[in-house]
């Protein structure tokens, strides 16, 4: 049995979707808040179930919805240093990677309708994905000063903020009671990592002078649901900034977004 990618046949367009497609849901107006136009659901509705005009439908609300994508994502690129960069390339490898997996349509098993269901997944998808990276370009790109990037999808760039900003580290740092109840405040001493020299580094407590430092692998792991972590083990670089050795116990932070703003999650 061959299962095949995607495709609009009209436009040739390759498409995959967010949520596995199913033959029993055919495609639906745009609901209310729903990143999708509302000249879509005036075409679905004005295709009165034909197939070949709701496929037209998807094929012109796709083409938008990609060029959505396309533009945040660009203007993304721009706005982020190159380890953020690298993650963001890593995340929507990911992204597409799950997209082809959920939505895709065996040409030489299914028919018509599987196939409507299927371009549909993809187009929900491409669009719940366009209005996500708009969200983190939004709050890269607030002209507030101070601004914290608080979406979820920038949670790289809050970690940055966080290693860097004493004030950020205090506010932000969510404590663990014993009780099972959590306050938000502290001092940020939960928290070792800095960055010097471009550098993400391990800092000593109570030490101003910092030259000694030890460097770190470090990784910010994407979010599963309302946390990602960040997880980080002493290593030696050569000149070349590629790791020579790595050393000690792998450490963890975990953040956890609460009302409405990442959270370093503490114990007391």
């Known amino acids: ?76 690129e721009t706005r982020l240093s190159e380890r953020a960069r690298a993650r963001l390339a890593a995340e929507q490898d990911a992204w597409r990677a799950e997209k ?7 040409a030489e098993e299914e028919g018509q309708a599987q196939r409507l269901a299927a371009n549909d997944c993809a187009l929900e998808m491409i ?13 890269l790109v607030d002209p507030v000063q101070g601004q914290v990037p608080c979406e979820k999808v920038a949670y790289a760039a809050f970690f940055e903020r966080f290693a860097e900003d004493d004030a950020l580290r205090r ?3 969510l404590r663990q009671r014993a009780s ?41 792991l994407p979010p599963q649901g309302d946390e990602f972590q960040v997880r980080f083990q002493r290593a030696k670089f050569d000149a070349d900034d590629q790791i020579v050795s790595r050393s000690g116990e792998i450490g963890t932070y975990r953040f956890r977004h609460v009302e409405g703003c990442w959270r370093l999650l503490a114990g007391e």
Not at 4 to 17: D, E, H, M
Not at 100 to 106: P, Q, Y
Not at 186 to 203: E, H, P, Q, S, T
Request: aromatic share 8%.
């Open 1 to 76: 049995m061959r299962i095949l990618p995607l495709f609009f046949v009209t436009g040739g367009l390759l498409a995959s979707g967010g949520r596995q497609a199913d033959p029993a849901e055919p495609a639906q107006s745009a609901a209310a808040g729903s990143p999708l136009r509302a000249e879509y659901s005036v075409c679905l509705d004005e295709a009165a179930g034909a197939t070949w005009a709701m496929q037209a439908c998807i094929e012109a609300e796709f083409i938008h919805q990609q060029q959505r994508l396309d533009a945040a994502y660009r203007a993304l």
């Open 100 to 106: 082809e997996a959920r939505c895709r349509w065996n």
């Open 127 to 139: 669009a719940a994905r366009a209005a996500e990276l708009e969200r983190g370009l939004k709050d």
């Open 171 to 173: 506010s932000h740092t």
């Open 180 to 220: 099972g109840r959590s306050r938000t405040d502290g001092d940020g001493d939960a928290f070792r990592v800095g960055i010097v020299d471009n550098r993400w580094v391990y800092l000593t407590p109570g030490i101003e002078d910092q030259s000694g430092y030890q460097t770190l692998d470090l990784r910010i």
